[in-house]
């Protein structure tokens, strides 16, 4: 059972952690084209967001009344470290390179991580590896194409 937890935390943390850092980043270049803001929203998304999801699986798994205290803890801490170790990758290239090829680097690094974790984890649960990576990426797609509108928009109005 707390190989469940492993995979619980890790599944959560690394998806949680590439799609909401490269939302934020998309959406911080595009409204502030500032290198030290992405930086600086990437530090924040990997410490405040890493506490905020380990501690919404912790409070998940203890409301379904299914765990031990050491399941709940082992998602807990799975979740924080994974999410942590997602969104602190995308700190290179931000530091190694301009901010657009940042950006750009960083979604192909994203959607890289993204696909091959959707395609095991498919695979591994029988299911057709293609359509579970589609609607996986469908969804990062969206939220990568939103933020920056959004950013885009922040910056038209406010900026």
Not at 36 to 61: C, K, N, P, Q
Not at 149 to 158: A, I, Q
Request: proline letters at 1%; hydrophobic letters at 55%.
């Amino acid at each position: 059972m707390l190989k469940h937890s492993i995979t619980v935390g890790f599944s959560f943390g690394l998806t949680s952690g590439i799609i909401t850092t490269l939302g934020l980043m998309v959406g911080l270049s595009a409204g502030t084209h500032s290198k030290l803001a992405v930086i600086g929203g990437i530090l924040t998304i990997a410490i405040a967001d890493a506490f905020s999801d380990a501690l919404g699986i912790h409070v998940s798994e203890e409301s379904e009344n299914r765990h031990t205290n050491k399941q709940i803890w082992v998602s807990t801490l799975a979740t924080f470290f994974s999410k942590f170790f997602f969104a602190l990758i995308f700190l290179m290239p931000v530091l190694l390179f301009n901010l657009s090829t940042a950006i750009a680097v960083s979604i192909a690094l994203g959607l890289a991580v993204l696909c091959i974790f959707s395609w095991r984890m498919a695979r591994k649960q029988g299911k057709r590896p293609w359509k579970v990576v589609a609607e996986h990426l469908t969804i990062v797609l969206i939220v990568i194409m939103t933020t920056y509108f959004v950013g885009s928009w922040v910056s038209f109005v406010f900026g």
